[in-house]
């Protein structure tokens, strides 16, 4: 079976599901969400991401875009942990000293985030250039 048609199957039950009272309608909502699972389960992998230096931990969001907790040492041996979404930009950033002290408090949070946060991945993009070669971000030529 298809992806589209287990979404076309899934989305027919919920239909369904809506006229429907009591236990029948609780378990056409049940098997919309097993087809709904499944179709997930089955999609393609999502592309992959660079990640930054330092990454001690990667969680997709829900459209397939990383979150990640890195480690990074600030002012002299403290150790943090900030997080950083990759689909949205959303998270702590390491270079302002902003971050968890304890790895498993940055973990959820990030975790927390990612169940939530429905930003794609970012595409992988290849330098712009011209017919003069390479292009910076103000549009000069290298």
């Given at each position: 079976?298809?992806?589209n048609?287990?979404?076309?199957?899934?989305?027919?039950?919920?239909?369904?599901?809506?006229?429907?009272?009591?236990?029948?309608?609780?378990?056409?909502?049940?098997?919309?969400?097993?087809?709904?699972?499944?179709?997930?389960t089955?999609?393609?992998?999502?592309?992959?991401?660079?990640?930054?230096?330092?990454?001690?931990?990667q969680?997709?969001?829900r459209?397939?875009?990383?979150?990640?907790?890195?480690?990074?040492?600030?002012?002299?041996?403290?150790?943090?942990?900030?997080?950083?979404?990759?689909?949205?930009?959303?998270?702590?950033?390491?270079?302002?000293?902003?971050?968890?002290?304890?790895?498993?408090?940055?973990?959820?949070?990030?975790?927390?985030?990612?169940?939530?946060?429905?930003?794609?991945?970012?595409?992988?993009?290849?330098?712009?250039?011209?017919?003069?070669g390479?292009?910076?971000?103000?549009?000069?030529?290298?």
């Open positions: 079976m298809h992806l048609d287990m979404h076309d199957r899934a989305a027919s039950l919920l239909l369904a599901a809506r006229t429907e009272r009591g236990e029948r309608r609780q378990h056409m909502i049940e098997e919309a969400r097993l087809w709904i699972d499944l179709a997930t089955m999609a393609a992998a999502p592309p992959a991401q660079a990640v930054p230096d330092g990454t001690v931990v969680i997709r969001t459209s397939g875009a990383l979150t990640v907790v890195q480690e990074h040492t600030a002012w002299g041996d403290t150790t943090l942990y900030p997080w950083q979404c990759l689909g949205c930009g959303h998270g702590r950033d390491p270079h302002y000293g902003d971050g968890e002290p304890r790895r498993d408090v940055a973990v959820e949070q990030a975790t927390r985030h990612a169940r939530r946060c429905w930003a794609h991945p970012a595409p992988a993009t290849e330098p712009r250039t011209t017919g003069a390479p292009v910076d971000l103000q549009g000069e030529s290298a």
